[in-house]
């Protein structure tokens, strides 16, 4: 599918092949999605340049995604999509500059570009020129970049909220992990924690996180490619400021970005170690009752012994006294860790 942006009037998408050139000449923005065989050989036999297939752009590498040919500059940026979904996806954008015209080439239908849209309609007279109209589109794929940190910033905190939370005992009295009980105790009832879901959880936060640095990094490197370019060319002086904030804007949310990446990584780390002291009171627990009874099971071995002369089974109260001794042995290691507060 192509559109065409001309100045001043609404969008038009093209129907039949042979309006191409009439609507190439007038248009300053050609809005290409997924351009069948067809499509693409009239809008190459339209603007008289190469534009690049699906497969081209794919095998593009990162180091020869921005280069310039024969006046004519090719740029692929990065940009994030399904962002509100479970499965975010990062597509690749090739942005052409040919003359007084802009060609965006994409295989994906990001946001950004039906926000850039509607703002468009709204008013036509804004956008005149193809560097108006590739400002415009940076800008709101800026804007969907920073209203996802913002969301992942939320996430984040709701996470935090969920691992950090103080338990509670019977009573609904807020008990902190990190205080023990006392002499007289709290019957403390645990809280289950689904770390498993935490853990998937910060894994697609991290996901995000790690896919809009991509887009923010492509595109810091397209603008800074597109500056230099286009230095020596006339170039306003609102262009020139335009594109100071956008660079300055990138710069800012790839900071942010790095400190939300910052900040899942203490968070997974806080859940692995949660879980950590999870297994470690299981494990304590378990050697706590194993030590509480060995020495029963050392008693009983004794007096299971069938030798001939041990002089305790010839005792009226034998039996008795190994069964006092046995439980005597269990209770006071239990109330000496009980003191100690090992338990």
């Known amino acids: 599918m192509i559109t065409f942006y001309s100045p001043g009037v609404p969008a038009v998408t093209l129907s039949e092949p042979a309006h191409c050139a009439e609507l190439t000449r007038a248009a300053i923005w050609i809005d290409v999605l997924e351009p069948t065989a067809d499509e693409e050989q009239v809008l190459e036999a339209a603007l008289g340049i190469d534009v690049p ?114 338990e509670q005992c019977e009573n609904g009295e807020v008990i902190h992990r990190s205080l023990r009980r006392s002499a007289h105790g709290y019957a403390r009832k645990k809280r289950q924690r689904d770390y498993v879901e935490i853990l998937r959880r910060i894994g697609g936060v991290s996901d995000l996180v790690s896919r809009a640095r991509e887009s923010l990094v492509s595109f810091t490197r397209l603008v800074a490619f597109y500056h230099e370019a286009r230095k020596e060319n006339a170039v306003t002086r609102e262009s020139l400021a335009h594109l100071k904030t956008i660079t300055g804007d990138l710069a800012s949310l790839s900071d942010h970005a790095t400190f939300l990446g910052t900040k899942v990584s203490f968070l997974l780390d806080a859940t692995l170690g949660m879980i950590n002291n999870e297994q470690n009171a299981i494990i304590k627990i378990l050697s706590v009752a194993a030590l509480v009874f060995l020495p029963p099971t050392m008693v009983a071995g004794i007096y299971g012994m069938n030798f001939e002369h041990m002089p305790e089974l010839k005792w009226v109260h034998g039996y008795p006294i190994a069964v006092v001794l046995m439980v005597l042995s269990a209770v006071v290691p239990y109330l000496f860790f009980k003191r100690r507060g090992w338990l």
């Open 53 to 166: 297939t699906r497969e081209e752009i794919q095998e593009i590498e990162l180091s020869s995604r921005l280069y310039e040919e024969n006046g004519v500059l090719f740029m692929t940026g990065t940009v994030l999509t399904h962002a509100d979904t479970s499965t975010p996806q990062s597509s690749t954008v090739t942005f052409v500059l040919a003359r007084d015209k802009l060609v965006t080439l994409r295989y994906a239908d990001p946001v950004p570009f039906h926000v850039f849209a509607k703002k468009r309609e709204a008013n036509l007279q804004r956008y005149q020129t193809n560097t108006q109209f590739l400002g415009g589109i940076v800008d709101a794929i800026i804007e969907r970049i920073a209203d996802i940190l913002e969301a992942v910033g939320a996430k984040l905190d709701g996470i935090s909220v969920k691992v950090f939370a103080p």
